[in-house]
């Protein structure tokens, strides 16, 4: 890798047994065990040699990839450093191709049943499995399961963009040309109308479940969501490509807000009106700082009554609500990952009471949707994700035919 993306070890080194931070000291608690599952579709065929030489250069220099978790008298993990064997956490399944009918749904019945194992808590919290299977949309497959104390989605993302290459340039990092306060505008707005399509989307759905009449000026189903935030100050690609370094302007870790959105599910005629909604939302939420306050009083509230009064906070807001919504933004060029093009990705995570999760993931000119559902409350997640984009499909068409001034796609 060239010097500017490389991960200096010693800069990095936390000190033996440094507690994690407080978000990350929540998600190793058993009632709170989340996932993050990152899929990338190849445009080749997977060379698993290649992948255990790229993260040894790269994921294992960062000191949270090569230490384990362990747990304190007192009741407080810390990350202990270890010496790690990258081949141990590059998984390699001998697949039966002959019985393999569907590869579309046997790549998602994989990626569901590993989501839900319990990860060794003895080892560094991160895998790494090759599928060389041809799908509809990629020759390969290669799906990182990593554990939430790591870090949110931002800086995962910024672990494979400082990972991957330029497909044009093989010696390149991914660039972007927007300035950051562009980038933050258009991060919202595309944020504001996936949370449109997101509310269209279920409106579409359950009009059909429901038998009470949705209709405009009718009674509508109240739902409450939580919405991800980044609190980083700085959002640029760029920036997260650099976010390891040090005398980084990110934050590498958890450091990441939610605000609690209640959800406009109801038919309307004007497919905009979702879109407004959402954002009339969001710009409440943001202008209240609400998603910094709920992070500082959790962290308030851990530091003087302990951990365990922190999670009951925690899991009575999630389970007060009935979905979690994130997005996170993606290369906006084509790029590899150790020689290898990707074609998309896509990202989802598990655990917690919520009955869906649904995360946005941008690659290119592609916004990838990922639901993570309770099938004993939405037997029928592909139906859920048809309307998701067919909400989307008639938000743009009434866009375009308003002039596109008043929402932009």
Known sequence: MKKGNDVDREEQEPAANEPLSPVSQLFVLPGLYCVIVLTLGFKTRCNPSAIVEGIKNTWIKLPRFSSKVEMKKNGQAVWVPVTVRVEDHVIVPDLNHFSIENPDQFIEDYTSNIASTPMDMSRPLWEFHVLNIKTSNAKSVGIGKLHHSLGDGVSL???????????????????????????????????????????????????????????????????????????????????????MEKGSKCRWGNFVGIVIFPLWVRCEDDPL??????????????????????????????????????????????????????SVMGPKEEVSLFDHPISYVTATASGGPQALIIHFVSYVDKIIINLAVDTTVIP???????????????????????GGHKVEV
């Open 157 to 243: 993302m910024s672990l494979l963009l400082a990972s991957s290459r330029k497909v044009s340039d093989p010696k390149a990092p991914p660039t972007t040309t927007a300035t950051k306060k562009h980038a933050d505008s258009n991060a919202k707005k595309v944020n504001d109308v996936l949370l449109g399509m997101t509310q269209a989307g279920l409106s579409r759905y359950l009009s059909k479940k429901s038998d009470d009449d949705m209709a405009p000026g009718k009674k509508k189903i109240r739902l409450r969501g939580t919405v991800a935030v980044n609190l980083r100050p700085d959002t640029k690609i760029e920036d997260l490509t650099n976010m």
């Open 273 to 326: 009106e979702y879109v407004r909604k959402a954002k009339s939302t969001m710009d409440m939420k943001r202008i209240s700082m609400e998603a910094l306050i709920l992070y500082g009083l959790v962290k308030c509230i851990m530091k003087i009554f302990g951990v365990k009064a922190a999670e009951n906070i925690v899991k009575r807001v999630f389970g007060h609500t009935t979905l979690t919504f994130s």
């Open 380 to 402: 029928d997640p592909h139906q859920l994700c048809d309307d998701l984009v067919e909400s989307l499909d008639i938000i743009k068409l009434s866009a375009l035919e308003k």
